[in-house]
């Protein structure tokens, strides 16, 4: 009997604001198309800009739409929020992005503490840090893993050792706004870092040595052959640095096909070496396909369930991994973010 895993829906009243920052996470957790998402972040620029009580006045005689950025469903969303009742297409958009999980994948939901694998403005990501923070939280996280992409993946943004080491002092100043606000959670520092063609990583020793938790990922030449990818795959694997292999295959469901390598020797590579297999949870990847995951089983190896949130709707996304965690029988304990913060970043640092 599926279950529904999603947040629920802030109480109303709502600001307008409020109101339209909910419209795109929902439009983001349906992975609906980014142009939907886009005219209601306008409308909140727009709305952000406006004095509050022009606002008011325009949605009173109905000239919202004569502001530039407001088109019919976003002036809906506004003046239902100005007028105290929740906004009918939010409650629309709600009820279609619901997500569900099955009886046994709400199991592994309800143990995982956090999430490994999620961006930020900082590179490719439509939200900063702390609009993250505060959806992982809400989702009862203890803690949140950034993971922006490595300086090599220019078409995301991806960051230098300048800009890492920037961020990691955006997320200490973040950690302690939260901390004296009373909240019981943490950013752990990390990165996606891009495995390069000979295997090695898009980033220096000793920035890597800073992170608290590395996601290393390929993302170029997918479809070398298969020999070169194993040896590519197991090198970065090796790497005592990296502590989760991202979306192993690279596959898009439809889309893109998987990348082909020994999965025998990488999986043997990862159990070896203590690096977590990760299950990637983005609805279009779900990688590694179900067969994969049953290989690296076998090896021992240890999984994570993350999200590679690119939005905060997105966060919402870890349902999809624990069902497959469930259907392919991965004990919990295996499972690295299921365990305390500290245990994970002990791992990480002895792995
Ligand atoms: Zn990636
Ligand atoms: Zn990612």
């Known amino acids: 009997m599926p279950r529904i895993a999603s947040t629920p829906p802030p109480d109303a009243p709502l600001t307008p604001e409020q109101a339209l920052t909910r419209v795109v996470h929902c439009l983001d957790r349906a992975l609906a198309s980014p142009y939907k998402a886009a005219a209601f972040v306008r409308a909140l620029q727009v709305v952000r800009s406006t004095d509050p009580d022009e ?13 530039e950025g407001i088109g019919d469903a976003t002036a809906g969303v506004i003046a239902d929020a100005l007028a105290g009742r929740v906004p009918a297409y939010l409650t629309k958009i709600e009820a279609e992005s619901q997500i569900d999980i099955t009886e046994t994948g709400a199991e592994y939901h309800a143990a995982l503490r956090g999430d490994c694998h999620l961006h930020s403005t900082w590179s490719d990501g439509g939200a900063r840090i702390e609009e993250m923070a505060a959806t992982a939280i809400a989702l009862g996280h203890e803690y949140m893993v950034l993971t922006d992409h490595s300086g090599r993946l220019t078409v995301a943004h991806g960051l230098n050792e300048e800009r890492l080491a920037a961020q990691l002092d ?97 999986f043997a590579a990862c159990a070896q070496f203590g690096t977590a297999v990760e299950l990637n949870c983005r609805p279009e990847r779900l990688d590694p396909p179900r067969e994969l995951i049953d290989v690296a089983l076998e090896h021992g190896c240890f999984f994570s369930i993350d999200s590679d949130a690119h939005a905060t709707g997105q966060l919402e996304w870890q349902p999809y991994g624990c069902d497959r965690a469930a259907e392919r029988g991965i004990p919990i304990d295996r499972i690295v973010n299921t365990w305390p913060a500290d245990q994970l970043v002990a791992w990480a640092a002895a792995a």
């Open 55 to 67: 606002l008011a006045e325009r949605a009173r005689t109905g000239r919202l739409t004569e502001l």
């Open 170 to 266: 955006a997320v200490a100043e973040v950690n302690a706004e939260l901390a004296a606000a009373g909240h019981d959670f943490r950013i752990l520092t990390g990165m996606e870092v891009d495995i390069l063609e000979d295997g090695s990583l898009d980033m220096s020793d000793t920035m890597l040595a800073r992170l608290d938790v590395v996601v290393a990922s390929v993302h170029s030449k997918l479809r070398m052959d298969a020999e070169q990818m194993t040896r590519r795959m197991v090198a970065a694997v090796a790497n005592p640095h990296v502590d989760i292999l991202g979306h192993c295959t690279g596959r898009k469901i439809g889309k893109r096909p998987a990348s082909t390598f020994d999965a025998d020797y990488v």
